[in-house]
Protein backbone atom coordinates (compact mmCIF):
# COMPACT_ATOMS: atom_id res chain seq x y z
CA UNK A 1 0.00 0.00 0.00
CA UNK A 2 3.30 2.16 1.09
CA UNK A 3 4.54 1.55 -2.43
CA UNK A 4 1.34 2.45 -4.65
CA UNK A 5 1.06 5.78 -2.46
CA UNK A 6 4.43 6.49 -3.01
CA UNK A 7 4.07 5.66 -6.41
CA UNK A 8 1.01 7.32 -7.00
CA UNK A 9 2.54 10.81 -5.05
CA UNK A 10 5.67 10.81 -7.83
CA UNK A 11 3.18 10.33 -10.66
CA UNK A 12 1.43 13.72 -9.52
CA UNK A 13 4.40 15.61 -8.48
CA UNK A 14 5.85 14.63 -12.14
CA UNK A 15 2.90 15.70 -13.57
CA UNK A 16 2.38 18.40 -11.69
CA UNK A 17 6.30 19.81 -12.66
CA UNK A 18 5.52 18.97 -15.98
CA UNK A 19 2.67 21.33 -16.12
CA UNK A 20 4.65 23.97 -14.60
CA UNK A 21 7.72 23.74 -17.06
CA UNK A 22 4.79 23.78 -19.72
CA UNK A 23 3.07 27.04 -18.45
CA UNK A 24 6.99 28.58 -17.86
CA UNK A 25 7.71 27.56 -21.32
CA UNK A 26 4.29 29.37 -22.47
CA UNK A 27 5.05 32.35 -20.56
CA UNK A 28 8.40 32.78 -22.00
CA UNK A 29 7.14 31.83 -25.72
CA UNK A 30 3.80 34.67 -24.98
CA UNK A 31 6.93 37.12 -23.37
CA UNK A 32 8.58 36.77 -26.45
CA UNK A 33 5.90 37.45 -28.55
CA UNK A 34 5.19 40.48 -27.30
CA UNK A 35 8.63 41.63 -27.98
CA UNK A 36 7.72 40.57 -31.52
CA UNK A 37 5.18 43.05 -31.67
CA UNK A 38 6.45 45.62 -30.05
CA UNK A 39 9.39 45.53 -33.10
CA UNK A 40 6.78 45.34 -35.60
CA UNK A 41 5.45 48.35 -34.13
CA UNK A 42 9.36 50.13 -33.69
CA UNK A 43 9.32 49.48 -37.72
CA UNK A 44 6.09 50.76 -38.53
CA UNK A 45 6.76 53.68 -35.82
CA UNK A 46 10.16 54.55 -38.09
CA UNK A 47 7.53 55.14 -41.36
CA UNK A 48 5.14 56.99 -39.23
CA UNK A 49 8.01 59.49 -38.07
CA UNK A 50 9.54 59.49 -41.77
CA UNK A 51 6.07 60.66 -43.24
CA UNK A 52 5.20 63.40 -41.16
CA UNK A 53 8.48 64.74 -41.03
CA UNK A 54 8.33 65.09 -44.54
CA UNK A 55 4.76 66.30 -44.34
CA UNK A 56 5.96 68.97 -42.03
CA UNK A 57 8.73 69.91 -44.15
CA UNK A 58 7.09 70.41 -47.30
CA UNK A 59 3.79 72.23 -45.84
CA UNK A 60 6.25 74.60 -44.16
CA UNK A 61 7.89 75.04 -47.26
CA UNK A 62 11.38 74.49 -45.70
CA UNK A 63 12.27 71.89 -48.04
CA UNK A 64 12.50 74.05 -50.62
CA UNK A 65 15.11 76.23 -48.70
CA UNK A 66 18.66 75.72 -48.68
CA UNK A 67 18.86 76.68 -44.74
CA UNK A 68 22.18 75.28 -43.51
CA UNK A 69 20.88 73.32 -40.70
CA UNK A 70 18.45 71.11 -42.50
CA UNK A 71 20.86 70.37 -45.33
CA UNK A 72 22.06 67.24 -43.43
CA UNK A 73 19.12 66.14 -43.10
CA UNK A 74 17.67 66.83 -46.74
CA UNK A 75 21.05 64.82 -47.97
CA UNK A 76 20.58 62.43 -46.30
CA UNK A 77 16.96 61.81 -47.08
CA UNK A 78 17.49 62.11 -50.37
CA UNK A 79 20.89 59.98 -51.24
CA UNK A 80 18.61 57.07 -49.29
CA UNK A 81 15.56 57.53 -51.13
CA UNK A 82 18.24 57.27 -54.58
CA UNK A 83 18.73 54.39 -53.27
CA UNK A 84 15.63 52.78 -51.80
CA UNK A 85 13.23 53.94 -55.02
CA UNK A 86 15.91 51.64 -57.48
CA UNK A 87 13.62 48.82 -58.80
CA UNK A 88 14.88 45.24 -57.92
CA UNK A 89 14.05 42.01 -59.80
CA UNK A 90 11.41 39.89 -57.38
CA UNK A 91 10.76 43.37 -55.92
CA UNK A 92 8.62 46.55 -56.21
CA UNK A 93 11.98 48.25 -54.85
CA UNK A 94 15.01 48.13 -53.12
CA UNK A 95 13.42 49.92 -50.41
CA UNK A 96 11.06 47.04 -50.60
CA UNK A 97 13.27 44.45 -50.34
CA UNK A 98 14.94 45.89 -47.25
CA UNK A 99 11.93 46.05 -45.50
CA UNK A 100 10.89 42.24 -46.37
CA UNK A 101 14.99 41.93 -44.86
CA UNK A 102 14.00 43.38 -41.75
CA UNK A 103 10.64 40.86 -41.40
CA UNK A 104 12.59 38.01 -42.30
CA UNK A 105 15.66 39.05 -39.83
CA UNK A 106 13.14 39.90 -36.44
CA UNK A 107 10.89 36.60 -37.59
CA UNK A 108 14.42 34.64 -37.20
CA UNK A 109 15.29 36.33 -34.09
CA UNK A 110 12.45 35.64 -32.01
CA UNK A 111 11.49 32.37 -33.04
CA UNK A 112 15.36 30.86 -31.62
CA UNK A 113 15.92 33.52 -29.31
CA UNK A 114 15.49 32.23 -25.64
CA UNK A 115 14.54 28.66 -26.93
CA UNK A 116 15.48 25.54 -24.83
CA UNK A 117 17.22 23.30 -27.83
CA UNK A 118 17.09 20.45 -25.79
CA UNK A 119 13.26 19.16 -26.47
CA UNK A 120 12.29 19.38 -30.48
CA UNK A 121 8.83 19.71 -29.10
CA UNK A 122 10.35 23.90 -27.42
CA UNK A 123 10.93 24.52 -30.89
CA UNK A 124 7.90 23.44 -32.25
CA UNK A 125 5.93 25.05 -29.89
CA UNK A 126 7.49 28.46 -30.59
CA UNK A 127 6.77 28.18 -34.15
CA UNK A 128 3.45 27.79 -33.24
CA UNK A 129 3.34 30.83 -31.37
CA UNK A 130 5.07 32.78 -34.39
CA UNK A 131 2.55 31.66 -36.65
CA UNK A 132 -0.63 32.86 -34.53
CA UNK A 133 1.25 35.97 -33.71
CA UNK A 134 2.17 36.41 -38.13
CA UNK A 135 -1.86 35.44 -38.58
CA UNK A 136 -2.43 39.04 -36.95
CA UNK A 137 0.00 40.71 -38.67
CA UNK A 138 -1.60 39.22 -42.05
CA UNK A 139 -5.02 40.36 -41.17
CA UNK A 140 -4.17 43.56 -40.14
CA UNK A 141 -1.64 44.24 -43.34
CA UNK A 142 -5.30 43.48 -45.45
CA UNK A 143 -7.34 45.81 -43.99
CA UNK A 144 -9.14 47.92 -46.60
CA UNK A 145 -9.42 50.96 -43.92
CA UNK A 146 -6.37 50.57 -42.21
CA UNK A 147 -4.55 53.33 -40.24
CA UNK A 148 -1.35 53.46 -41.88
CA UNK A 149 -2.94 54.59 -44.87
CA UNK A 150 -3.26 58.04 -42.89
CA UNK A 151 -0.12 57.16 -40.54
CA UNK A 152 2.15 56.49 -43.26
CA UNK A 153 0.00 57.36 -46.96
CA UNK A 154 0.45 53.84 -47.72
CA UNK A 155 -2.61 52.25 -48.21
CA UNK A 156 -4.26 48.41 -47.99
CA UNK A 157 -2.78 47.97 -52.27
CA UNK A 158 0.50 49.02 -51.06
CA UNK A 159 0.91 46.97 -48.15
CA UNK A 160 -0.83 43.71 -50.33
CA UNK A 161 2.79 42.62 -51.02
CA UNK A 162 3.64 42.75 -47.63
CA UNK A 163 0.23 40.89 -46.50
CA UNK A 164 1.55 38.16 -49.08
CA UNK A 165 4.87 37.34 -47.94
CA UNK A 166 3.53 37.52 -43.44
CA UNK A 167 0.81 35.04 -45.36
CA UNK A 168 3.60 32.25 -46.48
CA UNK A 169 5.64 32.57 -43.33
CA UNK A 170 2.71 32.45 -41.49
CA UNK A 171 2.40 29.15 -43.29
CA UNK A 172 5.73 28.28 -42.90
CA UNK A 173 5.56 28.11 -39.36
CA UNK A 174 2.25 26.17 -38.86
CA UNK A 175 3.85 23.08 -41.53
CA UNK A 176 7.30 23.33 -39.14
CA UNK A 177 4.84 23.48 -36.13
CA UNK A 178 3.23 20.34 -37.62
CA UNK A 179 5.36 18.41 -38.47
CA UNK A 180 7.99 18.37 -35.65
CA UNK A 181 4.87 17.92 -33.01
CA UNK A 182 3.44 14.97 -35.48
CA UNK A 183 7.11 13.29 -35.72
CA UNK A 184 7.53 13.72 -31.92
CA UNK A 185 4.78 12.19 -31.00
CA UNK A 186 4.92 8.92 -33.46
CA UNK A 187 8.66 8.38 -32.04
CA UNK A 188 7.16 8.51 -28.06
CA UNK A 189 4.43 6.50 -28.99
CA UNK A 190 1.58 8.77 -28.24
CA UNK A 191 0.20 8.64 -32.07
CA UNK A 192 -3.70 8.90 -29.09
CA UNK A 193 -2.11 12.40 -28.55
CA UNK A 194 -3.02 13.23 -32.41
CA UNK A 195 -6.98 12.60 -31.96
CA UNK A 196 -7.45 14.61 -29.29
CA UNK A 197 -9.84 17.88 -30.24
CA UNK A 198 -7.49 20.40 -29.75
CA UNK A 199 -4.88 18.46 -31.76
CA UNK A 200 -7.80 17.87 -34.33
CA UNK A 201 -8.68 21.50 -34.37
CA UNK A 202 -5.21 22.37 -35.72
CA UNK A 203 -5.18 19.89 -37.99
CA UNK A 204 -8.23 21.48 -39.23
CA UNK A 205 -6.44 25.11 -39.14
CA UNK A 206 -3.33 23.88 -40.99
CA UNK A 207 -4.76 22.34 -44.12
CA UNK A 208 -7.48 25.59 -43.94
CA UNK A 209 -4.47 27.78 -44.33
CA UNK A 210 -2.81 25.56 -46.63
CA UNK A 211 -5.39 25.41 -49.15
CA UNK A 212 -6.11 29.45 -48.62
CA UNK A 213 -2.55 29.60 -49.29
CA UNK A 214 -2.92 27.07 -52.42
CA UNK A 215 -6.22 29.05 -53.69
CA UNK A 216 -4.15 32.47 -53.68
CA UNK A 217 -1.47 30.91 -55.84
CA UNK A 218 -3.35 28.95 -58.33
CA UNK A 219 -7.07 29.83 -58.16
CA UNK A 220 -6.51 33.50 -58.05
CA UNK A 221 -4.81 33.11 -61.50
CA UNK A 222 -7.83 32.09 -63.39
CA UNK A 223 -11.15 32.68 -61.49
CA UNK A 224 -10.66 35.40 -58.72
CA UNK A 225 -14.75 35.51 -57.97
CA UNK A 226 -14.24 31.69 -57.21
CA UNK A 227 -10.72 32.62 -55.02
CA UNK A 228 -12.36 35.02 -53.14
CA UNK A 229 -15.25 32.89 -51.93
CA UNK A 230 -12.82 30.31 -51.25
CA UNK A 231 -10.62 32.66 -49.30
CA UNK A 232 -13.38 34.20 -46.92
CA UNK A 233 -14.54 30.78 -46.43
CA UNK A 234 -11.52 29.55 -45.45
CA UNK A 235 -10.67 32.51 -43.68
CA UNK A 236 -13.89 31.76 -41.19
CA UNK A 237 -12.40 28.47 -40.75
CA UNK A 238 -9.43 29.56 -39.60
CA UNK A 239 -10.00 31.87 -37.29
CA UNK A 240 -12.84 29.35 -35.65
CA UNK A 241 -10.17 26.56 -35.23
CA UNK A 242 -7.17 28.82 -34.40
CA UNK A 243 -9.52 29.87 -30.94
CA UNK A 244 -10.07 25.66 -30.49
CA UNK A 245 -5.90 25.03 -30.94
CA UNK A 246 -4.92 26.16 -27.42
CA UNK A 247 -3.27 24.68 -24.77
CA UNK A 248 -5.32 23.23 -21.35
CA UNK A 249 -3.60 25.10 -19.12
CA UNK A 250 -4.01 28.93 -19.28
CA UNK A 251 -6.43 29.10 -22.51
CA UNK A 252 -6.95 32.77 -22.21
CA UNK A 253 -3.47 33.61 -23.67
CA UNK A 254 -4.38 31.61 -26.89
CA UNK A 255 -7.86 33.13 -27.10
CA UNK A 256 -6.45 36.73 -27.20
CA UNK A 257 -5.18 36.66 -31.04
CA UNK A 258 -7.85 34.81 -32.12
CA UNK A 259 -10.68 38.01 -30.58
CA UNK A 260 -8.16 40.21 -32.34
CA UNK A 261 -7.94 38.62 -35.50
CA UNK A 262 -11.87 38.59 -35.70
CA UNK A 263 -12.54 41.77 -34.12
CA UNK A 264 -9.99 43.38 -36.97
CA UNK A 265 -11.65 41.75 -39.63
CA UNK A 266 -15.35 42.54 -38.64
CA UNK A 267 -14.83 45.83 -37.63
CA UNK A 268 -13.34 46.34 -41.31
CA UNK A 269 -16.22 44.57 -42.67
CA UNK A 270 -19.01 46.69 -41.23
CA UNK A 271 -17.50 49.86 -42.30
CA UNK A 272 -17.67 48.93 -45.20
CA UNK A 273 -21.13 47.11 -45.22
CA UNK A 274 -22.54 50.43 -43.69
CA UNK A 275 -20.90 52.99 -46.46
CA UNK A 276 -22.28 50.06 -49.49
CA UNK A 277 -25.87 50.65 -47.48
CA UNK A 278 -25.90 54.28 -47.31
CA UNK A 279 -24.35 54.92 -50.76
CA UNK A 280 -27.03 52.51 -51.87
CA UNK A 281 -30.02 55.19 -50.97
CA UNK A 282 -31.22 56.13 -54.48
CA UNK A 283 -28.40 56.02 -56.10
CA UNK A 284 -28.31 54.88 -59.67
CA UNK A 285 -25.54 54.41 -62.33
CA UNK A 286 -25.70 54.76 -66.13
CA UNK A 287 -23.46 52.67 -68.39
CA UNK A 288 -22.51 53.09 -72.01
CA UNK A 289 -20.42 50.60 -73.94
CA UNK A 290 -16.87 52.19 -75.46
CA UNK A 291 -14.90 50.80 -78.28
CA UNK A 292 -12.41 48.11 -78.14
CA UNK A 293 -13.90 46.39 -74.84
CA UNK A 294 -14.77 49.54 -72.50
CA UNK A 295 -17.25 50.38 -70.38
CA UNK A 296 -17.73 54.09 -69.19
CA UNK A 297 -19.96 53.98 -65.18
CA UNK A 298 -21.21 57.10 -64.31
CA UNK A 299 -22.77 57.07 -60.86
CA UNK A 300 -25.65 59.65 -59.57
CA UNK A 301 -24.28 60.39 -55.97
CA UNK A 302 -21.37 61.59 -55.66
CA UNK A 303 -19.02 59.82 -52.83
CA UNK A 304 -17.56 61.62 -49.69
CA UNK A 305 -13.40 62.41 -49.88
CA UNK A 306 -13.66 61.36 -53.35
CA UNK A 307 -10.81 62.41 -56.04
CA UNK A 308 -9.91 61.23 -59.50
CA UNK A 309 -6.66 58.53 -59.00
CA UNK A 310 -8.18 57.32 -56.04
CA UNK A 311 -10.59 53.81 -56.48
CA UNK A 312 -13.27 52.46 -54.65
CA UNK A 313 -15.41 49.50 -55.02
CA UNK A 314 -18.67 49.01 -56.70
CA UNK A 315 -21.81 47.17 -56.34
CA UNK A 316 -23.76 46.20 -59.26
CA UNK A 317 -26.35 43.76 -58.03
CA UNK A 318 -27.87 43.29 -61.67
CA UNK A 319 -24.55 42.21 -62.87
CA UNK A 320 -23.26 40.29 -59.73
CA UNK A 321 -25.38 40.40 -56.41
CA UNK A 322 -23.11 38.98 -53.73
CA UNK A 323 -19.38 41.08 -55.51
CA UNK A 324 -18.14 44.48 -55.25
CA UNK A 325 -15.22 45.22 -57.89
CA UNK A 326 -12.22 47.79 -57.37
CA UNK A 327 -12.54 50.81 -60.43
CA UNK A 328 -10.35 53.32 -60.75
CA UNK A 329 -12.08 56.99 -60.41
CA UNK A 330 -11.42 59.16 -63.42
CA UNK A 331 -13.56 62.06 -62.41
CA UNK A 332 -15.75 62.78 -59.15
CA UNK A 333 -18.33 65.01 -59.83
CA UNK A 334 -20.17 63.37 -61.24
CA UNK A 335 -17.96 60.01 -60.40
CA UNK A 336 -17.23 58.49 -63.47
CA UNK A 337 -15.54 55.10 -63.86
CA UNK A 338 -13.95 53.93 -67.24
CA UNK A 339 -13.69 50.06 -67.18
CA UNK A 340 -11.54 47.62 -69.36
CA UNK A 341 -13.18 44.12 -70.18
CA UNK A 342 -11.01 40.95 -68.98
CA UNK A 343 -13.68 38.43 -67.56
CA UNK A 344 -16.28 37.94 -65.23
CA UNK A 345 -17.45 40.85 -63.85
CA UNK A 346 -15.68 43.08 -65.93
CA UNK A 347 -17.03 40.80 -69.16
CA UNK A 348 -20.43 40.50 -67.93
CA UNK A 349 -20.92 44.62 -67.76
CA UNK A 350 -19.76 45.47 -70.98
CA UNK A 351 -21.89 42.70 -72.57
CA UNK A 352 -24.87 44.51 -70.31
CA UNK A 353 -23.25 47.70 -72.06
CA UNK A 354 -23.49 46.69 -75.07
CA UNK A 355 -27.35 45.03 -75.23
CA UNK A 356 -28.62 48.13 -72.95
CA UNK A 357 -26.62 51.44 -74.48
CA UNK A 358 -27.55 54.34 -71.91
CA UNK A 359 -29.08 52.01 -69.02
CA UNK A 360 -29.48 52.83 -65.23
CA UNK A 361 -28.82 50.27 -62.86
CA UNK A 362 -28.82 50.49 -59.32
CA UNK A 363 -25.61 50.79 -57.62
CA UNK A 364 -23.48 51.38 -54.66
CA UNK A 365 -20.06 52.64 -54.03
CA UNK A 366 -17.65 52.20 -51.26
CA UNK A 367 -14.60 54.11 -50.51
CA UNK A 368 -12.57 55.93 -51.56
CA UNK A 369 -9.18 54.23 -51.14
CA UNK A 370 -5.29 54.98 -52.40
CA UNK A 371 -3.30 57.44 -51.23
CA UNK A 372 -1.72 60.03 -52.91
CA UNK A 373 0.80 62.76 -53.19
CA UNK A 374 -1.03 66.31 -53.26
CA UNK A 375 0.01 67.39 -56.77
CA UNK A 376 -0.40 71.22 -55.64
CA UNK A 377 2.72 70.56 -53.44
CA UNK A 378 4.96 70.07 -56.51
CA UNK A 379 5.88 72.97 -59.65
CA UNK A 380 5.93 70.10 -62.24
CA UNK A 381 3.93 67.08 -62.80
CA UNK A 382 5.34 64.35 -64.49
CA UNK A 383 2.15 61.90 -65.77
CA UNK A 384 3.09 58.34 -67.35
CA UNK A 385 0.84 56.32 -68.64
CA UNK A 386 1.04 52.99 -70.66
CA UNK A 387 -2.68 51.77 -72.41
CA UNK A 388 -5.53 52.21 -69.98
CA UNK A 389 -3.40 52.92 -67.06
CA UNK A 390 -4.56 56.69 -68.21
CA UNK A 391 -7.40 56.40 -65.69
CA UNK A 392 -5.20 57.10 -62.96
CA UNK A 393 -2.80 59.67 -64.83
CA UNK A 394 -5.91 61.39 -66.55
CA UNK A 395 -7.48 61.58 -62.66
CA UNK A 396 -4.86 63.14 -61.26
CA UNK A 397 -4.91 65.50 -64.18
CA UNK A 398 -8.62 66.33 -63.42
CA UNK A 399 -8.00 66.61 -59.85
CA UNK A 400 -5.09 69.17 -60.27
CA UNK A 401 -7.47 71.90 -63.21
CA UNK A 402 -10.16 70.97 -60.63
CA UNK A 403 -8.07 72.45 -57.99
CA UNK A 404 -5.98 74.75 -59.47
CA UNK A 405 -6.83 78.99 -59.91
CA UNK A 406 -5.74 80.99 -62.39
CA UNK A 407 -2.73 82.18 -60.22
CA UNK A 408 -1.21 78.86 -60.02
CA UNK A 409 1.73 78.09 -61.66
CA UNK A 410 2.32 74.03 -61.69
CA UNK A 411 3.15 72.90 -64.94
CA UNK A 412 1.91 69.28 -66.21
CA UNK A 413 3.55 66.77 -68.77
CA UNK A 414 1.11 64.58 -69.79
CA UNK A 415 2.56 61.24 -71.14
CA UNK A 416 0.30 58.31 -72.64
CA UNK A 417 1.72 55.43 -75.03
CA UNK A 418 -1.96 53.59 -76.35
CA UNK A 419 -2.02 50.56 -78.55
CA UNK A 420 -4.93 50.93 -80.61
CA UNK A 421 -6.45 54.20 -82.02
CA UNK A 422 -9.62 53.53 -80.92
CA UNK A 423 -8.78 53.33 -77.03
CA UNK A 424 -8.41 57.37 -77.42
CA UNK A 425 -12.52 57.85 -77.70
CA UNK A 426 -12.25 56.20 -74.11
CA UNK A 427 -11.26 59.20 -72.75
CA UNK A 428 -12.13 61.89 -75.57
CA UNK A 429 -13.65 64.52 -73.20
CA UNK A 430 -10.87 64.29 -70.27
CA UNK A 431 -8.43 64.88 -73.84
CA UNK A 432 -10.97 67.74 -74.45
CA UNK A 433 -10.18 69.10 -70.76
CA UNK A 434 -6.66 69.09 -71.07
CA UNK A 435 -6.42 71.13 -74.34
CA UNK A 436 -9.56 73.42 -73.79
CA UNK A 437 -8.76 74.20 -70.07
CA UNK A 438 -7.51 77.82 -69.39
CA UNK A 439 -4.33 76.27 -67.91
CA UNK A 440 -3.63 74.23 -71.29
CA UNK A 441 -0.11 76.80 -71.83
CA UNK A 442 0.86 74.80 -68.93
CA UNK A 443 0.01 71.58 -70.12
CA UNK A 444 2.43 69.60 -72.05
CA UNK A 445 -0.07 66.61 -73.91
CA UNK A 446 1.53 63.97 -75.80
CA UNK A 447 -0.03 61.11 -77.10
CA UNK A 448 1.68 57.80 -78.31
CA UNK A 449 -0.07 55.78 -80.61
CA UNK A 450 2.13 52.47 -81.03
CA UNK A 451 0.26 50.54 -83.74
CA UNK A 452 -1.85 51.94 -86.49
CA UNK A 453 -3.84 48.42 -87.49
CA UNK A 454 -6.83 48.55 -85.96
CA UNK A 455 -7.32 46.13 -82.89
CA UNK A 456 -10.11 43.55 -82.40
CA UNK A 457 -12.06 42.62 -79.12
CA UNK A 458 -9.22 39.68 -79.00
CA UNK A 459 -6.12 42.30 -79.08
CA UNK A 460 -7.12 44.83 -77.49
CA UNK A 461 -4.86 48.05 -75.69
CA UNK A 462 -2.20 47.07 -73.41
CA UNK A 463 0.09 49.50 -73.30
CA UNK A 464 3.74 49.35 -73.02
CA UNK A 465 6.26 52.02 -72.33
CA UNK A 466 9.87 51.63 -71.84
CA UNK A 467 12.58 54.44 -73.92
CA UNK A 468 12.76 53.42 -77.28
CA UNK A 469 16.62 53.24 -77.07
CA UNK A 470 16.40 50.29 -74.32
CA UNK A 471 15.81 47.33 -76.67
CA UNK A 472 14.07 45.71 -74.43
CA UNK A 473 10.62 44.61 -76.09
CA UNK A 474 7.42 44.81 -73.68
CA UNK A 475 5.84 41.21 -72.98
CA UNK A 476 2.75 42.27 -70.49
CA UNK A 477 0.33 39.70 -68.74
CA UNK A 478 -3.27 40.01 -68.63
CA UNK A 479 -4.54 41.82 -65.32
CA UNK A 480 -7.75 43.73 -64.80
CA UNK A 481 -8.63 47.30 -63.13
CA UNK A 482 -9.65 45.63 -60.11
CA UNK A 483 -7.44 44.95 -57.39
CA UNK A 484 -7.38 44.13 -53.32
CA UNK A 485 -5.15 42.33 -51.04
CA UNK A 486 -6.81 38.82 -52.24
CA UNK A 487 -6.01 39.79 -55.89
CA UNK A 488 -2.67 41.11 -55.46
CA UNK A 489 -0.87 39.95 -58.68
CA UNK A 490 -3.63 39.37 -61.28
CA UNK A 491 -5.19 42.56 -60.79
CA UNK A 492 -4.75 46.33 -61.32
CA UNK A 493 -5.28 50.36 -60.78
CA UNK A 494 -6.53 50.35 -64.54
CA UNK A 495 -7.74 47.25 -66.36
CA UNK A 496 -5.97 46.03 -69.09
CA UNK A 497 -5.58 42.76 -71.06
CA UNK A 498 -2.10 43.22 -72.75
CA UNK A 499 -0.97 41.06 -75.79
CA UNK A 500 2.67 41.22 -76.62
CA UNK A 501 3.45 42.27 -79.92
CA UNK A 502 3.08 39.93 -83.38
CA UNK A 503 6.07 40.03 -84.64
CA UNK A 504 9.34 41.38 -84.94
CA UNK A 505 8.31 43.76 -87.68
CA UNK A 506 5.31 44.99 -85.59
CA UNK A 507 7.96 46.38 -82.76
CA UNK A 508 10.44 47.59 -85.15
CA UNK A 509 7.39 49.82 -86.33
CA UNK A 510 6.16 50.61 -83.24
CA UNK A 511 9.29 52.35 -82.81
CA UNK A 512 9.79 54.64 -85.39
CA UNK A 513 8.29 58.36 -84.04
CA UNK A 514 6.41 59.98 -87.02
CA UNK A 515 3.80 62.21 -87.12
CA UNK A 516 0.13 60.66 -88.15
CA UNK A 517 -1.30 62.00 -90.95
CA UNK A 518 -4.22 64.40 -89.44
CA UNK A 519 -7.36 62.29 -90.54
CA UNK A 520 -6.52 59.49 -88.07
CA UNK A 521 -6.45 61.75 -85.34
CA UNK A 522 -9.53 63.66 -86.18
CA UNK A 523 -11.39 62.20 -83.52
CA UNK A 524 -9.48 64.06 -80.77
CA UNK A 525 -7.67 66.53 -83.14
CA UNK A 526 -4.93 65.64 -81.38
CA UNK A 527 -0.94 65.69 -82.06
CA UNK A 528 -0.56 62.12 -82.42
CA UNK A 529 3.13 60.96 -82.41
CA UNK A 530 3.81 57.01 -83.79
CA UNK A 531 5.79 54.91 -81.53
CA UNK A 532 6.81 54.54 -78.11
CA UNK A 533 7.77 57.54 -75.65
CA UNK A 534 11.70 57.82 -74.36
CA UNK A 535 10.43 57.80 -71.10
CA UNK A 536 14.05 58.29 -69.60
CA UNK A 537 14.80 61.51 -71.60
CA UNK A 538 10.80 62.83 -70.97
CA UNK A 539 11.89 62.46 -67.25
CA UNK A 540 15.20 64.22 -67.40
CA UNK A 541 14.15 66.75 -69.36
CA UNK A 542 11.71 67.66 -66.90
CA UNK A 543 13.96 67.82 -63.96
CA UNK A 544 16.72 69.60 -65.52
CA UNK A 545 14.02 72.14 -66.43
CA UNK A 546 13.60 72.87 -62.56
CA UNK A 547 15.61 74.98 -60.19
CA UNK A 548 17.32 73.49 -57.14
CA UNK A 549 14.49 74.63 -54.95
CA UNK A 550 12.13 73.41 -56.48
CA UNK A 551 9.52 70.32 -56.78
CA UNK A 552 8.50 67.80 -59.12
CA UNK A 553 6.05 64.59 -58.92
CA UNK A 554 6.62 62.03 -61.21
CA UNK A 555 3.66 59.61 -61.25
CA UNK A 556 3.41 56.42 -63.45
CA UNK A 557 0.35 53.72 -63.78
CA UNK A 558 1.36 50.94 -66.33
CA UNK A 559 2.83 47.36 -66.24
CA UNK A 560 6.07 46.21 -64.71
CA UNK A 561 8.07 47.57 -67.50
CA UNK A 562 6.78 50.83 -67.70
CA UNK A 563 7.06 51.47 -63.75
CA UNK A 564 10.77 49.72 -63.63
CA UNK A 565 11.75 52.30 -66.10
CA UNK A 566 10.15 55.18 -64.24
CA UNK A 567 11.90 54.09 -60.88
CA UNK A 568 14.90 53.55 -62.12
CA UNK A 569 14.96 56.46 -63.94
CA UNK A 570 13.62 59.21 -61.10
CA UNK A 571 15.74 57.67 -58.85
CA UNK A 572 19.08 58.90 -60.86
CA UNK A 573 18.04 62.11 -60.64
CA UNK A 574 17.25 62.51 -57.00
CA UNK A 575 20.23 64.24 -56.30
CA UNK A 576 21.93 66.55 -53.42
CA UNK A 577 22.27 69.39 -55.26
CA UNK A 578 19.16 69.42 -58.04
CA UNK A 579 15.04 69.89 -57.41
CA UNK A 580 13.12 67.54 -54.95
CA UNK A 581 11.96 64.55 -57.08
CA UNK A 582 8.98 62.42 -55.86
CA UNK A 583 7.73 58.76 -57.35
CA UNK A 584 4.39 57.39 -57.01
CA UNK A 585 4.01 54.42 -59.63
CA UNK A 586 0.59 52.41 -59.55
CA UNK A 587 1.21 49.20 -60.87
CA UNK A 588 -1.25 46.59 -63.06
CA UNK A 589 -0.11 43.97 -60.62
CA UNK A 590 1.56 44.04 -57.28
Known sequence: MASTSTSAAAAVATEDSHEAWLMARQKV???????????????????????????????????RSRNPILSPFV????????????????????????????????????SFWRVDFSQMTNIASRFGWMATGNMVLVVFLALK???????TAYSYERLNVLHQISGYATMLYAILHACIYTAYFIGANRISTLQEDVVTAGIILGFAMLF???????????NYELFYVIHVALFIVIVVTLGLHRPSFNPDQGLYATVIIGAL????????????????????????????????????KPILLARPGKHCYVWLPKIRAFETHPFTIVASDPLELIINAYDGFTRDLYKHALENPGASLKVSVEGPYGTLPDPLDFDKVVLVAGGSGATFTFGIAADMLRRMTETSKQQIDFIWAVKGHDNLTWFTQHLSNLRNTVHAPKIALKVHLTRLAATSSGNRDNSLARPSESGVSSNIGPSSLEKGPEYSTASAMASSSATPYE??????DSMSHVELPSATASTTNLPIVRGRPDTETEIRNAVQSLGKDQRVLIAACGPNSLTRVVRDVAASYI??????????????GW
Open 29 to 63: NVELLIYYAASLSALVGVFIIAHWLRFILVRSGLS
Open 75 to 110: ALTRVTRRAFVRSLPGFTSVGHAILVLAYVALNALF
Open 145 to 151: NTPLAFL
Open 212 to 222: SVLAGMIVRRF
Open 265 to 300: WFADRLIRFCRLLYNSVNNEASIYALPDGGTRLVVK
Open 503 to 508: SERDEK
Open 575 to 588: RVDGPAVEVHCEQF
